[in-house]
């Protein structure tokens, strides 16, 4: 039963990777999130195997080496596969994009592919998800998060001019704006405004 399922239960990675998908559903009945997300959230953040220290030298080669055989459009969920498994798709796109590559972006017109694999991407990720646009970007796979970020803006998925807020903020608000610049750092104010719901960038940047 799911009752007995602790984090610190032996061979806890191994009964939650067999998990169904009614077990999931569970999941979500007892933390009022879709079950997709609570997989996400276990896969990607919670499972003890999820490394978030150094790349080794052989986790690079094998980073290059996954890049390098998919020709064309690349998936990073798949490419973490091949990196070992305990590397998250956005953390080996971010690995990629900052030691690799300052090209591994599509630059020029949203394809129509790309533009509903961003929908899907906003959709199915939650607002508090750590590095949100990262995950985003991952999805999308030929488009960094900047672009991501812009394009779904744009396009009224995320901020929307009429949800803007204005006056005084609430401390919820101050709280998200403390932990997106803890995130994204205190220069990258277009994403820190997609994780403070109803502020804008310029709101942001002037309240810090």
Known sequence: ALEKVTLN?????????????AEWQE???E????AASCKTIWCHHLAPEVCAGPWSSEEDARLLAAVTAQDGG???????EKVGGV????TCLKRYQTQFSATVHQAGNWTTDE????????HHTPEWTKNRWGEIAAK??????AQCTHR????????????????KWAAEEDDALRRAVGNFGATKWTLIASAVPGRTDMQCRERW
């Open 9 to 21: 239960a032996e061979g806890v990675t191994d009964l939650i990777a067999a998990f169904t998908d």
């Open 87 to 90: 590397r998250t798709p956005a």
């Open 27 to 29: 999941v979500a009945q």
């Open 140 to 145: 999308v796979r030929t488009r960094n998060t």
């Open 115 to 122: 533009v509903e694999r961003l929908r899907h991407a906003v």
């Open 152 to 167: 779904a803006r744009r396009l009224g998925m995320v901020g929307k001019v009429d949800d803007v807020k204005k006056g």
């Open 31 to 34: 933390t009022g999130l879709p």
């Open 74 to 80: 690349r998936d990073w969920f798949e490419i973490a």
